[in-house]
């Protein structure tokens, strides 16, 4: 009986201020001496729609708890950014490692011209009209941080 009431609790929480998008999930493994040690790895993005996007990046023995621990890094890394007019403020290009990100403001009512990794960043900060490319790389953690490296530019 106690159970139930704790389930009915659990569901009954306030609304999220944060959508949370998981881009990513990895199984990796590590060779010791007892066999391989296999984990999970997870990508999320995590933001309000409201300006606010943040990162992160876990690894954990279990997908859930991965995706968990990733999701609390990303609200720890939050960065706010300056939008206006629902778009970006002005254009530009940026290279991080092996990715090279293109930006541009869009027009009014154009929404969101994006790859995958950029879209999902894009999208869960707020903008909703830009125009974007990734030239290089296929990775799509490397295209993620890309794209936050880039936005941090637009910063409040």
Do not use: C
Not at 117 to 141: C, F, M, N, Q, Y
């Amino acid at each position: 009986m106690a159970d139930r009431d704790y389930r009915n609790q659990r569901m009954e929480q306030a609304p999220q201020e944060f959508s949370d998008k998981v881009v990513e999930i990895k199984r990796v493994s590590k060779k010791t001496k007892g066999g391989n040690q296999i984990s999970f790895t997870a990508l999320v993005v995590s933001g309000d729609k409201k300006s606010r996007v943040g990162v992160g990046h876990a690894r954990a023995k279990s997908v859930a708890d991965a995706i968990q621990k990733a999701i609390q890094k990303a609200r720890k890394t939050m960065m706010t950014i300056n939008i206006v007019n629902g778009t970006i403020p002005s254009s530009l290009k940026l290279k991080f490692k092996g990715a090279v990100v293109l930006m541009r403001p869009g027009k009014e009512g154009s929404g969101l011209i994006a790859g995958g990794p950029v879209r999902s960043v894009v999208e869960l900060a707020g903008i909703k009209d830009i125009v974007s490319k990734i030239i290089g790389s296929k990775t799509k953690s490397i295209n993620v941080w890309a794209t936050v490296k880039a936005l941090t530019f637009f910063k409040k």
